[in-house]
Every structure is written in C-alpha cells, then in structure tokens.
C-alpha cells in the first residue's frame, strides 16, 4: 500500500519562514499608544537612575578638564589637557595602573582555579553538601571592610595571627614570625582579595556545570572516556563562557577595589590601586581635576570590560535558546 508523502518544502518558502517581520519605523514606534503605556511606569525610575548616575558622571567630565585645586582657588581655569597628561605621564600614576592590573589578573585567575576545582568537587554527591556549599558562599557574603579587618587581626597580626600561630606549631618556638602587611604586602592584600573573590567564582562554575547535558555525559562513559578525558573534551569546552562570564565579571569588580587596600596598607609600600590613588589625590592632594581625570579613565576601563561582559551573557542567552 503505497502511501502518500508530503513535498519538502521549496526554497521561497524556506526563506519565508526564516526572514524576520518589517521593523516598524521610528515616528510608528513612537506614537504606538500601546508602547508608551509599558513605558510610561517606568520613566520614573529612569529619570531617577540619570539624576542619580549620570549627572554626576558628567559632571565629573567636566571638571577633569579644569585646573582645580582646592589649595589654589584663584588659579581655577577649564580647558586644559593637562590633567590626562598627567595621568599618562605621572609614574606614581603609572605604578598604581600596574599594580591595579597585577591586582586584577591575579586575583581573577587564581579565584577562578580555585572556584573551579570547588565547583568540581560540589557537584558531586555527598552527605552534607548543601552545608558545605553554605558554607563556601560566607565569605562572598562578608562586608569588604569587615573581611579585610579580619584578615589583618586574625590572620596576618604578627603576635597572635592565625598564620604566624601555625608556623610555631609546626617548627616549634624558633619558628619565623614575619609581618605579614609589612613584609609581603602585595601578596597579603591579594590573598584577602582570593578568599572573598573564589566563591562568587565557584557559584558561577558550578551552576556551568550542573548544565551540562546529561545524556551527553552518559553517552561518554558508556563509549569508555576515562575522567580526564571527559573533562578535557567535553567539561572544559561546555565550560569556556561561564569561566569567561566570571572573569569579566570580577575583573569589573577588583579593578574599582578599594576597601582591602586602605584597610590592610593604606596604599604604602607600593600597594596604591588607581582607586586609592583617585582617594588620595582628591582628599590629600585636594587636586579635584586630577582627580576627575583618573576617574574617568577607570570608568572608561570599567566600561571596557563590562562591554566585553555583556556581550559574554548575551552568548550564553543565545545558547540556551
């Protein structure tokens, strides 16, 4: 019995289905009644949000382009360059720009390293793991001034510090007692800065990884992959925008960093980040251009990497479509 099939479809008609609708033009879109009734509510807020943010940028612009010093109130003049010079040419300058990005990627990628080895390790199933993964959270959850003030008594006081405790215990009462702030500064700030940072990490990775398809995973051991091959062929490649999505979005955060550094050194011994530096030219220096000027470079830097960011969780949008 012969029975009867359906004519695949002809190209014109493939096109048909897969071109878009018109977009309607500016001057429809803007008298579409409909349109302005959803937009109406939220003017409020966005009025709101301009005042609140973007007046205050502008103004800031403004004033990075002034000769202002708080010490010198009749030298004030605007239109000058100078304060971006200054910037790109100033070495104190330069050397906060170096270590705020030493800062950066360090921190970044040892979290990440760290976070993804957590991550692996609370995907799998044990007695207790949703204390565990409580646990691992707290520290992304302690206020930034609060966890570098710990740090800095419990963990780096050279008297009765948690790490100079655990060098007397283990070599006895000859033991080394270093400074741990004076020191090692870099590293001691870097260290509080992985401990608050590797959670937020971890929780991104592990939502990755709880992604991944499970079928797929099946099909691997089943053809015999071995563990190091599953995650190097098929972890690894499902995981790349979740690392990428992380480490945009803590480098946005560690770049504006501010808290550790004026708790833990109060940027001495070459522990100076471009946020700290805007800090001391503005309420030491009294420098308001300046100031501004370096302002507007970590913002502009800022937007950088959050372009970058945004354009990483649109991807992963688009996948899960």
């Given amino acids: 019995m012969a029975t009867a099939t359906a004519a695949?479809?002809?190209?014109?008609?493939?096109?048909?289905?897969?071109?878009?609708?018109?977009?309607?033009?500016?001057?429809?879109?803007?008298?579409?009644?409909?349109?302005?009734?959803?937009?109406?509510?939220?003017?409020?807020?966005?009025?709101?949000?301009?005042?609140?943010?973007?007046?205050?940028?502008?103004?800031?612009?403004?004033?990075?382009?002034?000769?202002?010093?708080?010490?010198?109130?009749?030298?004030?003049?605007?239109?000058?360059?100078?304060?971006?010079?200054?910037?790109?040419?100033?070495?104190?300058?330069?050397?906060?720009?170096?270590?705020?990005?030493?800062?950066?990627?360090?921190?970044?990628?040892?979290?990440?390293?760290?976070?993804?080895?957590?991550?692996?390790?609370?995907?799998?199933?044990?007695?207790?793991?949703?204390?565990?993964?409580?646990?691992?959270?707290?520290?992304?959850?302690?206020?930034?001034?609060?966890?570098?003030?710990?740090?800095?008594?419990?963990?780096?006081?050279?008297?009765?510090?948690?790490?100079n405790g655990l060098l007397t215990q283990v070599f006895g009462a000859n033991a080394p007692q270093p400074d741990w702030i004076t020191d090692f500064p870099r590293l001691a700030i870097m260290g509080e800065l992985i401990w608050q940072w590797t959670p937020f990490m971890t929780l991104i990775l592990l939502a990755g990884l709880q992604s991944r398809p499970g079928d797929v995973m099946e099909a691997a051991q089943v053809d015999g992959a071995n563990t190091w091959q599953t995650f190097v062929n098929m972890t690894m490649p499902h995981m790349r925008r979740y690392l990428e999505l992380a480490g945009l979005l803590g480098t946005i955060y560690i770049i504006q960093q501010f808290d550790s550094v004026f708790t833990l050194t109060a940027g001495a011994y070459g522990t100076a980040n471009l946020p700290y530096t805007i800090y001391q030219t503005l309420y030491n220096a009294q420098d308001y251009g300046l100031a501004s000027a370096q302002g507007v470079i970590v913002v502009i830097g800022t937007i950088i990497v959050a372009t970058f960011a945004l354009r990483t969780v649109s991807s992963l949008f688009e996948e899960g479509n």
């Fill in 8 to 163: 695949p479809p002809s190209q014109a008609e493939r096109a048909t289905k897969k071109s878009k609708p018109p977009q309607r033009s500016f001057g429809e879109r803007w008298g579409d009644k409909k349109g302005w009734a959803r937009r109406v509510p939220l003017l409020p807020a966005l009025v709101f949000i301009v005042i609140m943010t973007q007046l205050p940028f502008v103004a800031t612009i403004l004033v990075s382009f002034t000769n202002w010093n708080a010490n010198y109130p009749d030298e004030i003049k605007f239109g000058t360059l100078q304060n971006f010079i200054t910037v790109f040419t100033d070495s104190g300058l330069r050397q906060s720009v170096l270590f705020t990005i030493l800062l950066t990627v360090t921190v970044v990628l040892v979290s990440l390293a760290f976070g993804l080895g957590i991550a692996l390790l609370l995907n799998r199933n044990f007695i207790g793991r949703g204390a565990v993964r409580t646990m691992m959270i707290a520290p992304f959850l302690v206020v930034p001034v609060a966890a570098a003030l710990l740090w800095k008594h419990a963990m780096y006081n050279p008297e009765y510090g948690l790490f």
